[in-house]
């Protein structure tokens, strides 16, 4: 008889009749079953929609679009120039200019993005990583000058480079002084904006790069780790910094092995905080958002997308998210049109006013099938840390290739399996029709990198020159001699030094990667 398993090769039986049975109640170390006692009865999760595409002009417009539909929260997108660190007019940014995200140059296009919006009445994420700090000190002075109260700012930036090198390739320096930028961020903010979630560690980009649920989840916390040990050695805090971590997952469509990744994600979290020193309970929740898998969108058939996001998105609300992105089910052939925007975000309120599932806490527990899954998904993770720990952690299973090895495998493995056929993807290698083309796609012209560069032209002609090579150059001083980075970066993004020269310093004193 043919042996069934999920995603990760855990084997599923044909029948589960018994399971260790659970015992702590929600919001309760380990947090199994939610980080709070009454979860979505009390509050719903953020609906935050991800978009940013061309200028800071055309992402305002869809931000404000998105915010009379009922998102709760922004999530902004950058433009590939805009994550390494370059400035629209650079040679190596032609073709990419706002293409997967908006383009930022400087403190002018922040303020043009976030044009109309009150910083301090909303919440923003920020998918940024190598330029993390240069994108939150915009924030920060755009809040400035709105005249906001920076103890209340509240989002997250991503700020997870470890990541980058591992799985999606948007670093700029080497990882010691990545680190140090990511340290820099967390003990700035601890003390000036005690709200801001400091870094999202991401295992989507792992998940999308291929690799299982279960690697996922194992990747994800041991790089979750390895920020903490990081922190300490900087001399922070635990029970401070700790509570400022968020993290942001995939969710794919095999749902039960989902909702158990979620489950056994928090109780592996909350052991690896109180291990290494976390009292406070807020310090040793894990608190993550969820994105639905981008890579599981087929450009065949794309309307069953919709259907693909569903699961997906029921998984992550029945998982215990505390917030969601649902995608566009045009997304596979290119950004979202708005009307797949509007399906995207009907789809979470659906969910939440319609399905009944949020009106009590952790709908699964008890399951046997869950409970077992819960445990089996937790001991398959715990063996990857176990060996990246023996290695010395996650920068050194990053430096020797490790991590990135067993992804590959993993994504080559899955790859096979559609081949054969001995997996399924409805549309793609089953249940194939002949198509017509889908009608309306959204397309970025080539003529925005242009606009950026008037724009770019003009601000060098309009502002302090003089102020802002003073700032760079303390700066420079500053990344040299061990000085925390914030707030320098922050100066020189005040008197409008663009994006591009900030990174350039540091890529001087630090070098490349």
């Known amino acids: 008889m043919k042996k069934i398993t999920t995603t990760s090769g855990i084997e599923i039986k044909e029948l589960y009749s018994e399971a260790k049975p659970i015992t702590e109640k929600p919001g309760e170390f380990p947090f199994t079953r939610g980080i709070q006692p009454d979860m979505y009865r009390g509050k719903l999760w953020t609906m935050r929609q991800y978009a940013g595409f061309s200028t800071a002009e055309e992402s305002n417009k869809r931000y404000h679009y998105l915010l009379q539909n009922g998102t709760m929260g922004l999530s902004v997108a950058f433009d590939l120039p805009t994550q390494i660190g370059y400035d629209s007019d650079h040679e190596l940014a032609e073709g990419e200019v706002g293409k997967v ?6 403190l002018k296009d922040i303020e043009i993005l976030f044009n109309g919006i009150e910083l301090q009445k909303i919440t923003t994420s920020m998918t940024i990583n190598a330029t993390a700090s ?5 924030y920060i002075a755009l ?4 005249g906001a109260d920076l103890k209340q700012i509240s989002g997250t930036i991503q700020n997870d480079i470890l990541k980058e090198y591992a799985a999606r390739g948007t670093y700029i320096y080497p990882p010691k002084p990545s680190m140090r930028i990511i340290t820099d961020i967390f003990e700035y903010c601890s003390k000036e904006l005690p709200k801001w979630n400091t870094i999202s560690i991401s295992g989507y980009h792992i998940r999308e790069a291929g690799s299982t649920a279960v690697q996922e989840l194992a990747f994800t916390l041991a790089n979750g780790k390895a920020y903490l040990k990081a922190a300490l050695d900087a001399g922070l805090e635990i029970n401070v910094f700790a509570k400022r971590l968020s993290f942001f997952f995939n969710c794919h469509n095999n749902f039960f092995e989902e909702v ?3 489950r056994a994600a928090r109780r592996m979290w909350a052991r690896i905080t109180k291990e290494l020193g976390a009292t406070d309970a807020r310090a040793q929740q894990l608190r993550f958002h969820t994105q639905t898998g981008g890579s599981t969108l087929t450009a065949q058939q794309p309307q069953n997308n919709i259907v693909r996001v569903a699961v997906q998105a029921m998984a992550a609300v029945v998982g215990g998210t505390q917030s969601l992105h649902t995608n566009g089910f045009d997304e596979a052939l290119s950004l979202p049109t708005e009307e797949a925007a509007r399906i995207a975000l009907r789809t979470q309120q659906l969910i939440a006013f319609e399905s009944g599932v949020p009106e009590t ?3 699964l527990a008890g399951s046997y099938f869950v409970e077992s899954l819960t445990d089996e998904v937790e001991t398959a993770a715990w063996k990857y840390i176990e060996a990246i720990d023996a290695m010395g952690g996650a920068v050194t299973a990053i430096e020797e290739g490790y991590i990135q090895q067993q992804i590959a495998d993993a994504a080559y493995q899955y790859q096979k399996d559609v081949e054969t056929g001995d997996r399924i993807i409805v549309g793609v290698n089953k249940f194939q029709v002949e198509e017509a083309p889908l009608g309306e796609v959204f397309r970025v012209d080539d003529s925005i990198r242009t606009v950026q560069m ?3 032209k003009q601000l060098k002609a309009e502002r302090n020159n003089e102020a802002v090579a003073q700032s760079l150059m303390a700066l420079e001083q500053a990344a040299k001699d061990g000085s925390n980075l914030m707030p320098f970066i922050l100066q020189s993004v005040e008197h409008y030094a663009t994006l591009g ?3 350039n310093v ?3 004193v630090f070098g490349e990667f």
């Open 143 to 146: 809040a400035k000058k709105q």
């Open 101 to 106: 995200g908006v383009a930022i140059d400087s």
């Open 506 to 508: 540091l890529r001087g």
């Open 260 to 262: 158990a990744k979620f």
């Open 454 to 456: 008037d724009k770019l």
């Open 361 to 363: 806490v952790d709908p």
């Open 134 to 138: 240069i994108l939150l000190a915009m």
């Open 501 to 503: 020269e900030i990174a």
